[in-house]
Every structure is written in structure tokens, then in C-alpha cells.
């Protein structure tokens, strides 16, 4: 009895055994069962090009890779957001690589190595070396700088530097901007094309400052009047606050013109101590009427004799001892030339421009001439070359006179008065010679202009083969006037309407 229980018992254990041998192979089969499907699945904490696949098979994770990197990242402008798609800059995944390396990883674990590790997992923890795949791309370097370059030629605001406006002349000031820094841009945009999460990229621009109103503004505007004309035209500008000029072919041989009887009126206040009544009368003619012959007259003044040639030499050797070398009377008006002297060579007349033939007689620049009446203006204010070189023969009372005597003239208003509001002083000469008289057609104007804004003398002659038409050339005179007027004064700017300007 005693041994057929200790059998029993014996047969139990090995029942037992056999039921717990059974139950583990069958827990064993069932968590192989689960666990080989899973075979293929990414350990948890993989990473490919940035982006997480924890637990993903290869085609989801690739899947994943390829859709997060086709998404276009956002450009910010300071002027607005512009998206560009990696397709544009010839961005490219190489994915075949990227898997290989992948599945590489994948089956270099062992089915059951990895199967016991999962086995154990809930027991006794152990870590599993993550995949960790980094990014293979590439893109075209020169298409991201051409795009880049692009959005920033699109929304830009470059600095708009001053300008004078048709019609109304005005000046008009500039304005500040910005400039996309193409080069300092790339390396932000080229890292969000590579950037799984952060695909936004900030534009670097640079500010940039307008230029501050300067003369060069009625510099250019003078060249773009002339360079509209048929024929060619010579000017000269001087601030006479600054010193500031302007010269646009001012050194060019000109015509002398009427112009040159402000030098005539100059010398003969330096060649009488004072003048008497006939010879006021003499100047008043001569700058008010543009009297010829009373010019000859006030040469004969100068020369103190009845010989207006004389007074030709004296008049030519005192503006040559001032510096103004291009500028003489050989002849006076409308006299035969002399046979031992019919004109001079000057710096000026050395060089011949567009074969233009100007009249031997008296010539100048529209330098010298606006030179000569910045000396009279700064005599009148008490200094200046003028009383420097001739303090015992000039004083500042007969310079004011002379610029009294210029306000005078009334003639010549199509030139540079047109360009001025009606209650601005201007003391000016003009003066013209016919293109039917063998010469070079010329008109001209030089004068002082005193504005609220400021005085500036202003110099201009314009010139063409045959006849000139002041049609032509008084709108040309009257619209650089104006612009140098509200250049001047430009917060009480002199206004024409459209139809009046000639723009």
C-alpha cells in the first residue's frame, strides 16, 4: 500500500512536469508567434533623417521620410512669407541608401538572440541599441542662391534716392529701404531643407539709406534737357552759400553775346571814380535795352579816349588777370575787326567742339561768366576777388549798383525769369546772335538769383547749326531755371501746370 501511493506521487510529479514543460513550450510558441512579425519592426528610439520611426517597418519609416521631406518650407521676408519646394532648388532624398542602411541594421540582429531579449524583456529589462540613420541628400547649391535671389529682387524695397519729378520740378526726397543679403541668407535656407521639424528659414536683409538731395540732382536734370535738344547747350551753377557747382560743358568756347557787357559795365565803374549822368544813362542802356551801341561807348570810357578797342584790350587784360581766360573782346559790337588782331586764342577756343563756328569777335564760357557774377555778388557783400585785386578802383556800392542795373532788364523774360515766380529778383543779362549770320545760332542768359531758399547764379547757353527757334530753347531755359528754384527752395516750390511747364 505504502508503495503504490510513493508510485502515485511519482506519476503526479512527472504529470505536473510534463503540464508545466507543456504550458512554458506552448508560452514560448506563443510569444514566438507575436514576436515574429514584429521581427521587422524598428526598435523603439530609431531615428532616420531626424524624424522618429520607433516600431515602424521599413516601408512605413521610408514612407514617413519621404513625405516629411517633399513638404516646401516657409521664407520669411521682412516683406511677407514665400514657401519654396524642395523640387525648385533641386533638393533629392537618397532613399535607396538611407534603406539599406536601414535594413542593414535591421538584419544584423539575430532572430534568436533578439527573440530572447524580447522574452526577457518583462523580467529583466534591457536596453536595445536604437537605429539611428542619418540624412542623405543633396541640392543644387547655385538653383537655392538663384531662388533666394529671386524672392529678394521680388520684395525688395531698395532705397529710392531723391529725384526731380516732370512737370511740377520739384525735388522730391528720398526714402529708406532694404536689400535682401543673398549670401548671408543661404546657409538658414539650406539648413530648413534639411531640418525634418524646424522648415522655416528668416531672410537676412540689409537696410539701406537714401541719399540726401545734392546738386548732382539738377546736374543730371540739365544733362537729360540738353541731351533732348537738337542742338547742344553749355551751363554753369554755383551755390553761392556753398561754393557748390555745377558745370555742364561750361568750359566750352561760346558766342560772347550781350552777355559779355556785364564784364563791359564792370570795367567801366573800375575806370571812373565816379560816374556822371551821361554815363549812368550809357549803363541803364546798355543792360535794360541791350543797347550795342552804348556799349561801344562805355568802352570808350574805359579806355579814357574815343577808341572802343582800346577799351576792348583794357577790358580783356583785367578779366584775364581775375583768372577768367576764356573770355575777351577783340572787336566791339557790330565794328570791322582789326587786321592785326581779329580774335584770341584761349584754352577754351583751342579745342574745336562739334566744328561749332562762334563769333571770332567776343567770346566766353558759361564759367567764366557765372564766375564773374559770383565776383560782383561777393563785391557787393563787401569781398570777393574783385576788391581783392582792384581795392582802390572798385568798392561794394558800384557792384550793388551794377546788380541793380541787371534787375532792370525786362528783355530776354522767356529765358530764365520764365523759370522764377514773378516776385524773385533776378539780376541778368541775356543775349543772342542769329544763326543766318554765319555763326552758330545762340541763346543765352546769365544771371543771379535771389531766393528765399537761397542765391545761385545761373549760366546758360544753348547753340545749333542755322536758326534757333526760341520756341525751342526758352522752355529749355525756363524749366531748368524752375528746377534749380525749387531745388533751392524746396518747401515753396514754383509750380506750372502740365500745359504751361513744356515738359
Given at each position: 500500500?505504502?508503495?503504490?501511493?510513493?508510485?502515485?506521487?511519482?506519476?503526479?510529479?512527472r504529470?505536473?512536469?510534463l503540464?508545466?514543460?507543456?504550458?512554458?513550450?506552448?508560452?514560448?510558441?506563443?510569444?514566438?508567434?507575436l514576436?515574429?512579425?514584429?521581427k521587422?519592426?524598428?526598435p523603439?528610439?530609431?531615428?532616420?533623417?531626424?524624424?522618429?520611426?520607433s516600431?515602424?517597418?521599413?516601408?512605413?519609416a521610408?514612407?514617413?521620410?519621404?513625405?516629411?521631406?517633399?513638404?516646401?518650407?516657409?521664407?520669411?521676408h521682412?516683406?511677407?512669407v514665400?514657401?519654396?519646394?524642395?523640387?525648385?532648388?533641386?533638393?533629392?532624398?537618397?532613399?535607396?541608401?538611407?534603406q539599406?542602411?536601414?535594413?542593414?541594421?535591421l538584419n544584423?540582429?539575430?532572430l534568436?538572440?533578439?527573440?530572447v531579449?524580447?522574452?526577457?524583456e518583462?523580467?529583466?529589462p534591457?536596453?536595445?541599441?536604437?537605429?539611428?540613420i542619418?540624412?542623405?541628400?543633396t541640392?543644387?547649391?547655385?538653383?537655392l542662391e538663384?531662388?533666394?535671389?529671386?524672392i529678394?529682387?521680388?520684395?525688395d524695397?531698395?532705397?529710392?534716392?531723391p529725384?526731380?519729378?516732370?512737370?511740377?520740378?520739384q525735388?522730391?526726397?528720398?526714402?529708406?529701404?532694404?536689400?535682401?543679403?543673398?549670401?548671408?541668407?543661404?546657409?538658414?535656407?539650406?539648413?530648413?531643407?534639411?531640418?525634418p521639424?524646424n522648415?522655416?528659414?528668416?531672410?537676412?536683409?540689409?537696410?539701406?539709406?537714401?541719399?540726401?538731395?545734392?546738386?548732382?540732382?539738377?546736374k543730371?536734370?540739365?544733362?537729360?534737357?540738353?541731351?533732348?535738344?537738337?542742338?547742344?547747350?553749355?551751363?554753369y551753377?554755383?551755390d553761392?552759400?556753398?561754393?557748390?557747382?555745377i558745370?555742364?560743358?561750361?568750359?566750352?568756347?561760346?558766342?560772347?553775346?550781350?552777355?559779355?557787357?556785364?564784364?563791359i559795365?564792370?570795367?567801366?565803374?573800375?575806370?571812373?571814380e565816379s560816374l556822371?549822368?551821361d554815363?549812368?544813362k550809357?549803363?541803364s542802356?546798355?543792360l535794360?535795352?541791350?543797347?550795342?551801341y552804348?556799349?561801344?561807348?562805355?568802352?570808350d570810357?574805359?579806355?579814357?579816349?574815343?577808341?572802343?578797342?582800346?577799351g576792348?584790350?583794357?577790358?580783356?587784360?583785367?578779366?584775364?588777370?581775375?583768372?577768367?581766360?576764356?573770355t575777351?573782346?577783340?572787336?566791339?559790337?557790330?565794328?570791322?575787326?582789326r587786321?592785326?588782331?581779329?580774335?584770341?586764342?584761349?584754352?577754351?577756343?583751342?579745342i574745336?567742339y562739334e566744328?561749332m563756328?562762334?563769333?571770332?569777335?567776343?567770346?566766353?564760357?558759361?564759367?567764366?561768366?557765372?564766375?564773374?557774377?559770383?565776383?560782383?555778388?561777393h563785391?557787393?557783400n563787401g569781398?570777393?576777388?574783385?576788391?581783392?585785386m582792384?581795392?582802390?578802383?572798385?568798392?561794394p556800392?558800384?557792384?550793388?549798383?551794377?546788380?541793380?542795373?541787371?534787375?532792370?532788364?525786362?528783355?530776354?523774360?522767356?529765358l530764365?525769369?520764365?523759370?522764377?515766380p514773378?516776385?524773385?529778383?533776378?539780376?541778368?543779362?541775356?543775349?543772342?546772335?542769329?544763326?543766318?549770320?554765319?555763326?552758330y545760332?545762340?541763346?543765352?542768359?546769365?544771371?543771379?538769383?535771389?531766393?528765399?531758399?537761397?542765391?545761385f547764379?545761373l549760366v546758360?547757353?544753348?547753340?545749333?547749326?542755322?536758326?534757333?527757334?526760341?520756341l525751342?530753347?526758352?522752355p529749355?531755359?525756363r524749366?531748368?531755371?524752375?528746377?534749380a528754384?525749387?531745388?533751392?527752395n524746396?518747401?515753396?516750390?514754383?509750380?506750372?501746370?502740365?500745359?504751361?511747364?513744356?515738359?
Amino acid at each position: 500500500m505504502r508503495y503504490e501511493n510513493k508510485d502515485r506521487f511519482a506519476g503526479f510529479k512527472r504529470g505536473l512536469l510534463l503540464l508545466l514543460l507543456l504550458a512554458g513550450t506552448l508560452y514560448i510558441g506563443y510569444r514566438f508567434y507575436l514576436f515574429y512579425p514584429d521581427k521587422a519592426q524598428i526598435p523603439a528610439g530609431s531615428t532616420m533623417a531626424g524624424l522618429d520611426i520607433s516600431l515602424m517597418s521599413v516601408e512605413e519609416a521610408m514612407a514617413a521620410v519621404t513625405e516629411r521631406y517633399a513638404q516646401p518650407i516657409a521664407v520669411q521676408h521682412q516683406a511677407g512669407v514665400v514657401e519654396l519646394t524642395p523640387e525648385s532648388v533641386g533638393f533629392k532624398l537618397d532613399s535607396a541608401a538611407m534603406q539599406l542602411e536601414l535594413e542593414a541594421y535591421l538584419n544584423s540582429r539575430e532572430l534568436w538572440q533578439s527573440f530572447v531579449q524580447d522574452l526577457l524583456e518583462d523580467l529583466w529589462p534591457m536596453p536595445v541599441m536604437p537605429a539611428k540613420i542619418e540624412l542623405l541628400a543633396t541640392h543644387d547649391p547655385a538653383l537655392l542662391e538663384q531662388m533666394v535671389a529671386s524672392i529678394g529682387s521680388y520684395l525688395d524695397v531698395p532705397a529710392q534716392n531723391p529725384h526731380i519729378i516732370p512737370v511740377s520740378l520739384q525735388v522730391a526726397e528720398g526714402s529708406d529701404g532694404y536689400r535682401t543679403d543673398v549670401t548671408a541668407s543661404l546657409e538658414e535656407v539650406t539648413a530648413a531643407f534639411y531640418s525634418p521639424t524646424n522648415r522655416q528659414a528668416t531672410l537676412k536683409v540689409t537696410p539701406e539709406v537714401a541719399e540726401a538731395p545734392s546738386i548732382e540732382l539738377l546736374k543730371q536734370y540739365i544733362e537729360t534737357q540738353i541731351a533732348n535738344f537738337s542742338g547742344s547747350g553749355s551751363f554753369y551753377l554755383l551755390d553761392l552759400q556753398t561754393g557748390d557747382e555745377i558745370l555742364v560743358n561750361a568750359d566750352r568756347a561760346m558766342s560772347g553775346t550781350s552777355t559779355v557787357k556785364i564784364a563791359i559795365i564792370l570795367e567801366t565803374y573800375r575806370a571812373q571814380e565816379s560816374l556822371d549822368f551821361d554815363q549812368r544813362k550809357l549803363i541803364s542802356e546798355t543792360l535794360t535795352l541791350s543797347g550795342n551801341y552804348s556799349a561801344n561807348l562805355l568802352l570808350d570810357v574805359v579806355a579814357g579816349q574815343d577808341n572802343a578797342y582800346l577799351g576792348s584790350d583794357i577790358l580783356t587784360e583785367s578779366l584775364w588777370n581775375l583768372g577768367l581766360v576764356n573770355t575777351f573782346i577783340a572787336t566791339p559790337y557790330e565794328e570791322p575787326a582789326r587786321s592785326n588782331r581779329p580774335t584770341y586764342i584761349t584754352p577754351a577756343n583751342s579745342i574745336p567742339y562739334e566744328d561749332m563756328t562762334i563769333d571770332p569777335a567776343m567770346q566766353t564760357t558759361a564759367e567764366d561768366i557765372g564766375t564773374l557774377l559770383s565776383m560782383i555778388y561777393h563785391c557787393a557783400n563787401g569781398g570777393g576777388a574783385l576788391l581783392a585785386m582792384y581795392p582802390e578802383q572798385l568798392t561794394p556800392q558800384e557792384c550793388q549798383e551794377e546788380i541793380s542795373y541787371l534787375t532792370m532788364n525786362a528783355e530776354g523774360n522767356w529765358l530764365l525769369r520764365d523759370g522764377l515766380p514773378p516776385d524773385t529778383v533776378l539780376a541778368h543779362k541775356h543775349g543772342w546772335i542769329d544763326g543766318d549770320v554765319g555763326y552758330y545760332g545762340t541763346h543765352s542768359d546769365a544771371g543771379i538769383i535771389f531766393s528765399p531758399g537761397g542765391d545761385f547764379v545761373l549760366v546758360g547757353y544753348l547753340y545749333d547749326e542755322g536758326w534757333l527757334d526760341w520756341l525751342v530753347t526758352g522752355p529749355i531755359m525756363r524749366n531748368i531755371t524752375r528746377a534749380a528754384y525749387n531745388y533751392f527752395n524746396p518747401d515753396a516750390p514754383f509750380i506750372l501746370d502740365e500745359a504751361t511747364s513744356g515738359n
